[in-house]
């Protein structure tokens, strides 16, 4: 085994979970929040087709959005929800506000309140006045449907505000857009050593043309002007601009951004400032120039005049500036000025010396503000020395408005750098992992196998002769001539058989990574070092802990072992009899199979290579039918369960802590696999705590409905970024047809037991009602695999066919699927996953339109 500091696919779940450590919730970072929002807003108008009137269309407002779907109010009912219906920006016929006007359409309120008002016009003109109309490119071309953040392509030209004049911009080109986090090259300067990373909300971003419109100044960055001639900035400028007007950056992009706030400094005012070079501690500053109400510059004190003085252009919401004594209030060290000569800095004498005053606490508002970040919470961070770096965090102190972070992973360590809690530097966990950006993290030590057969030694048997270091050859023959090891308590070796049926508790990917063998060697060392493996490759390696404790014989001849396992941070321990002699082997390692429920050849002295004798791959339908009736969701387990027992409801799953992305997919060595096979996608268990009930081995249709209406249901859609391409084919066409009216009347009665989501489910219900969005001939119940696999082919979601043919998923399966449950057992990245539940969600819509009424 060679241990060494290896880089190893980071995953941020595994990571918390291993170290107990907790993610900062992402409701904290209000910019990644604001970049996940639709383009649309609430309020907004737009004209929408009548339902039931043909080639007429109304007025109608934006209620919410989800997404690419948004929830439309017909102008006229005012506040009556009952008429509110839902429509999928990329296939609902939506038009600005005038549309009709200009292509000489109907505009005609619908027929339930027609007889609402007399005068429809002089409503309109009311209703319209001071109102916002949907933007037309966001209704049709190729931006249509986007989110805000993905409006800002490649090549697009905004401008940037100088760093050291507020008043002076220049343009930049869009190099590349990571989630809103923008790369900038400034126009005429495409070297890429002075790239610039900005967020796409940062106040000093502008739209093309918009210090013109202010009467402020186009002038070439005041460090970078001497690059360049004034001809080739000229030149350059103008060329970009040519360009940008052929297709301008929509102002949608800059409707979130903050209103700056009028500022109370005066010019020789002193206050306290992180580091505006060096973020790793806070400075004396004073206020230095006054541009107008919004800008002013700060200063960095340096009473030795020998450097140029470092300066910075600030607004009254500037991250990182503080009033004096913030340092002394909240026990933070406070760096003196260069030059200043005393050991000991005090503000009194300070400001006394320098015949200066203090800037007073109304200058700084929200100076308190945490935001919900503690200590020890991680999160994403920007490497202040490498800003195209992102850095995995932790919290090491909280204090008001700013956050000390211990950036990870950095191959030159450096001091904890402090941010403010509203900084557009950093990021939730799972981020760059969302957004497909490397993320440099915690470096792991590993150790790798040299082969595939892991030998194992045993303890305190070194010969005399032998140095400590010298490896040893466990074979029996050679223990035996050796004297080491009595052949009676050495076993050959022990085989792990990967294409082995792994049963509930056995995570197949993870099973997969696993050496094909384990010894020679001592008995009991041998299994110990099998049975830790096994462990480790559990769901929940506490519940398997508790199964191996119960394998036991009385004619065996035994010995205690201390097995150990860790999850969610937590430790367990127990002790097992492990059999001593090698004739016991061989049944030690079926009974532990049989209590794992698993493969009796999943490992033990047989090596399987292609066929498992048990045939145990094709007699997943039959032989192991009591783990594959609940494809999707997690089953309560029990033991013993006999065919034809009553079975207990299942748990209703708790909800997982949220984690901005999924777990990324691992590398199997056994042929074709997610993270998970088909067989085990079933089985991830949630929390260690959950007591295990008893299931019978057959479930009915009925039963699974009742899981549908209470898991899936009643699932809001998840905060995300939504699709982006075109929604799937409006029909769906199923050669048969059979009655419907049983189906109907099951999970009419059962989703209307739902007490806990009612109002949503209603409402969800009612509201899709009248929208002809997919009409299906065929109760998605009674679909087969194949049914499935052919209705997700026909949609842009085709290339995951495949896994639902794998994974057996019918159309019963189909409605129970979840964004969770897709991301866990079908181990696919978010965008991804978000897509197909779309396609899902529609499924589940016609569904409830056509056949659950």
């Not at 931006?143 to 004049?165: A, F, H, P, Q």
């Not at 009665?749 to 299906?776: G, I, M, P, W, Y």
């Amino acid at each position: 085994m060679d241990c060494a500091e290896e880089e190893v696919d980071f995953n941020w779940e595994e990571y918390l979970e291993e170290t107990g450590a907790t993610a900062a919730p992402h409701t904290s970072f209000r910019h990644v929040e604001l970049s996940l929002q639709s383009s649309f807003q609430p309020g907004m108008k737009l004209e929408v087709a009548n339902k039931g009137t043909l080639d007429t269309y109304w007025v109608a407002t934006i209620i919410t959005t989800c997404g690419q779907l948004l929830l439309l109010r017909y102008c006229g009912y005012g506040d009556d929800r009952k008429a509110d219906f839902w429509c999928d920006v990329m296939t609902a016929e939506l038009h600005p506000v005038g549309w009709c006007a200009q292509n000489n359409k109907t505009l005609q309120p619908p027929e339930a309140i027609k007889e609402k008002y007399s005068d429809w016009a002089e409503f309109l003109i009311k209703e319209l006045t001071g109102s916002r109309t949907a933007p037309a490119n966001l209704l049709e071309g190729p931006l249509k449907g986007k989110n805000t953040v993905d409006l800002i392509v490649v090549g697009c030209i905004l401008e940037v505000r100088d760093d050291s004049e507020p008043s002076v911009y220049w343009a930049a080109q869009v190099q590349c857009n990571i989630g809103g986090r923008l790369c900038l090259s400034y126009v005429g300067l495409n070297d890429p050593a002075h790239y610039r990373w900005m967020f796409y909300l940062d106040n000093r971003l502008r739209p093309l043309g918009w210090a013109k419109e202010n009467h402020l100044s186009m002038k070439p960055p005041t460090d970078r002007c001497d690059l360049r001639s004034s001809s080739e900035w000229t030149e350059a400028l103008d060329q970009a601009t040519a360009e940008a007007l052929n297709s301008p950056l929509p102002l949608e992009v800059f409707k979130d951004h903050a209103d700056l706030n009028t500022h109370s400094f005066r010019a020789g005012m002193k206050l306290e400032m992180v580091s505006p070079v060096e973020p790793f501690h806070i400075l004396p500053v004073s206020v230095t120039k006054i541009y107008n109400e919004y800008y002013f510059q700060i200063t960095v004190d340096d009473l030795t005049a020998e450097a140029p003085p470092t300066s910075v252009v600030c607004h009254a919401d500037s991250p990182g500036i503080l009033p004096v004594q913030w340092c002394l209030k909240n026990g933070v060290g406070l760096e003196r000025p260069r030059g200043f000569e005393s050991q000991d800095f005090d503000w009194a004498d300070y400001l006394k010396h320098s015949g200066n005053e203090a800037a007073p606490d109304v200058c700084f508002p929200n100076a308190s503000q945490s935001k919900g970040f503690c200590k020890d919470m991680w999160l994403e961070a920007v490497n202040p020395h490498q800003p195209a770096e992102l850095c995995v965090a932790r919290i090491t102190q909280v204090k008001g408005r700013l956050l000390w972070l211990k950036l990870e992973g950095l191959s030159k360590p450096l001091p904890d750098c402090i941010v403010d809690v509203e900084s557009m530097n950093i990021f939730p966990v799972g981020w760059c992992e969302a957004n497909g950006y490397p993320l440099t993290h915690v470096q792991k030590t590993v150790c790798l196998p040299q082969k595939k057969i892991a030998v194992v030694q045993p303890e305190k048997q070194l010969a005399p002769s032998q140095p400590p270091d010298a490896p040893l050859n466990l074979c029996p023959s050679m223990a035996m001539d050796t004297g080491l090891v009595n052949g009676k308590y050495c076993c050959s070796q022990l085989f792990i058989n990967h294409r082995c049926f792994s049963g509930p508790y056995l995570n197949k990917g993870r099973i997969a990574e696993l050496p094909k063998a384990v010894g020679p060697g001592k008995c009991a060392v041998v299994l110990k070092e099998i049975l830790t493996m096994l462990i480790n490759s559990a769901y929940k390696p506490g519940r398997v802990l508790r199964e191996l404790q119960m394998v036991e014989d009385p004619l065996w001849n035994c010995q205690e072992e201390t097995l150990k396992a860790k999850y969610k941070g937590k430790s367990y321990r127990s002790t097992m009899r492990i059999v001593r002699t090698a004739d016991q082997v061989s049944e030690f390692c079926r009974r532990v199979c049989e209590r794992l429920q698993c493969c009796q050849n999943l490992f033990g002295p047989t090596n399987v290579s292609d066929t498992c004798p048990e045939n145990c791959s094709s007699q997943t339908k039959t032989k192991y039918t009591y783990y594959k009736k609940r494809k999707v969701g997690r089953p309560s387990l029990g033991e013993n369960a006999q065919d034809g027992d009553m079975t207990k409801p299942a748990r209703r799953r708790k909800k997982r802590k949220a984690i901005f992305v999924q777990k990324k997919r691992r590398t199997s060595i056994v042929g074709y696999h997610t993270t998970e096979s088909p067989q085990d996608s079933d089985y991830y268990y949630d929390d260690e705590e959950e007591d295990f009930e008893e299931w019978g081995s057959e479930a009915s249709s009925n039963s699974l409905r009742e899981e549908a209406s209470a898991h899936s249901f009643q699932d809001a859609p998840r905060r995300g970024r939504p699709p982006r391409r075109a929604a799937l084919q409006r029909r769906a066409t199923h050669p048969n047809t059979s009655d419907r009216s049983s189906p109907r009347r099951t999970t009419r009665s059962v989703s209307c037991s739902q007490n806990q989501t009612a109002n949503h489910t209603n409402t969800k219900t009612e509201s899709f009602e009248e929208e002809d969005r997919l009409v299906l001939e065929r109760n998605p119940l009674e679909w087969s695999v194949s049914d499935v696999v052919e209705f997700i082919t026909s949609t842009d979601c085709a290339s995951l066919a495949k896994i639902f043919q794998e994974q057996d998923i019918d159309g019963q399966a189909l409605l129970l699927l979840t964004l969770p449950t897709v991301q866990e057992c079908m181990d696919l990245k978010l965008g991804p996953a978000i897509k197909l539940c779309h396609q899902i969600e529609r499924v589940k819509v016609a569904f409830y339109s056509q056949y659950a009424n």
